[in-house]
């Protein structure tokens, strides 16, 4: 058999996404949000400095790890790309500093109305409203931010139901009635205090952030709501709002955005051809999934990374690629 041959009939022995891996090599998009060590992280965003890591090197010894803003057209293995969305303060206290150190590139999607702000992201204190230590009152009466209703919160089943229909309530709520309603769930729990761990990004931090060689950012909206939700003009001021603050504190064209949540159902046809009018060059959804050469460049996938060790990352990675 020829060298040829040979090669043939081992690419026909492998399963079909390996042999398509080796002939379309993918690009595989990781999702990060914070990296921090927190007590309680029920929601999962976090990822420990130690995790994070590991988890870099394993990318750093295996993988060609591209920029976002990057061709992609001419990759000839299998490849990964580093994201972060939202604009926490740990990307710059504890996320930055790891990449420096191991010299690998990352995009930082910046919801842009955070930036300065005290407060914690709106999802951020939801669940700390609800899944908080400590009692809360056994009913909840709701009239405020376009929200009427009573929910039962007297046990941890009941309140579980009343955050997670109240947070579905609030992804597609513009920002001044979402502003209501968390003003009234503060009331209503007597849990008034931002926890300092969530802050977003200071000024100072973000322009830190972005002087980093490592570093890209990218806009994800002012108030980081759920786009298809919104009207469309709605959505362009969000959308382009954000890139605007972001390019005059930077003083830098800022040419690719990621959608908040950015699940297909999270935006629309509006939206791809709004970011497309804007002309921005990418952009990142976060539905599971590969960009392969031919890919719409306007939706990204991308794979929500947790806080894995080094094996498990390693596992899940295996996963990934050949899905």
Same mark, same amino acid.
């Given at each position: 058999m020829? #060298? &040829?041959? $040979?090669?043939?009939? /081992?690419?026909?022995?492998?399963?079909? @996404?390996?042999?398509?891996? /080796?002939? %379309?090599?993918?690009? =595989? @998009?990781?999702?990060?949000?914070? @990296?921090?060590?927190?007590?309680?992280? $029920?929601?999962?965003?976090? @990822?420990t400095p130690e995790n994070f890591r590991n988890q870099l090197i394993h990318l750093r010894e295996n993988f060609p790890i591209l920029r976002f803003e990057a061709d992609w057209d001419p990759v000839s293995r299998p490849s990964v790309v580093i994201t972060f969305d939202d604009g926490y303060a740990d990307n710059r206290a504890?996320?930055?500093?790891i990449l420096e150190e191991l010299r690998l590139p990352a995009a930082f999607f910046i919801s842009s109305g955070w930036i300065g702000s005290d407060q914690e992201f709106w999802?951020?204190?939801?669940?700390?409203?609800?899944? !908080?230590?400590?009692?809360?009152? %056994?009913?909840?009466?709701?009239?405020? !931010?376009?929200? #009427?209703? %009573?929910?039962?919160?007297?046990?941890?089943?009941?309140?579980? #139901?009343?955050? #997670? %229909?109240?947070? =579905?309530?609030? /992804?597609? &709520?513009?920002?001044?009635?979402?502003?209501?309603? =968390?003003a009234a769930l503060r009331g209503w729990s007597g849990r008034g205090q931002a926890r300092p761990s969530h802050r977003s990004l200071r000024l100072d931090e973000l322009k830190a952030l972005a002087s980093s060689p490592c570093v890209t950012i990218g806009a994800h909206t002012v108030s980081h709501p759920m786009l298809s939700g919104r009207p469309k003009a709605e959505q362009e001021r969000e959308i382009l709002a954000s890139r605007k603050d972001l390019e005059t504190w930077l003083e830098r064209p800022v040419d690719i955005f990621s959608f908040p949540f950015g699940a297909k159902r999270d935006y629309n046809a509006e939206t791809l051809d709004i970011c497309r009018t804007a002309g921005f060059r990418k952009s990142a959804a976060a539905y599971a999934g590969q960009w392969r050469k031919g890919s719409d460049p306007m939706q990204i996938p991308r794979v929500f990374i947790h806080n894995w060790t080094k094996d498990q990352f390693a596992r899940k990675l295996t996963l990934f690629f050949n899905t």
């Open positions: 020829t #060298r &040829m041959g $040979s090669r043939l009939a /081992k690419l026909a022995r492998m399963p079909w @996404v390996s042999l398509r891996n /080796k002939l %379309e090599p993918p690009v =595989l @998009v990781l999702a990060y949000h914070r @990296v921090a060590e927190l007590s309680d992280d $029920s929601i999962g965003m976090a @990822v504890s996320a930055l500093p999802w951020d204190e939801l669940e700390r409203i609800f899944q !908080g230590r400590g009692a809360l009152p %056994e009913t909840l009466s709701l009239d405020a !931010g376009g929200i #009427r209703g %009573e929910w039962n919160t007297s046990g941890p089943e009941t309140r579980a #139901r009343a955050y #997670r %229909e109240l947070h =579905l309530r609030a /992804k597609g &709520m513009a920002p001044e009635p979402r502003s209501a309603l =968390l």
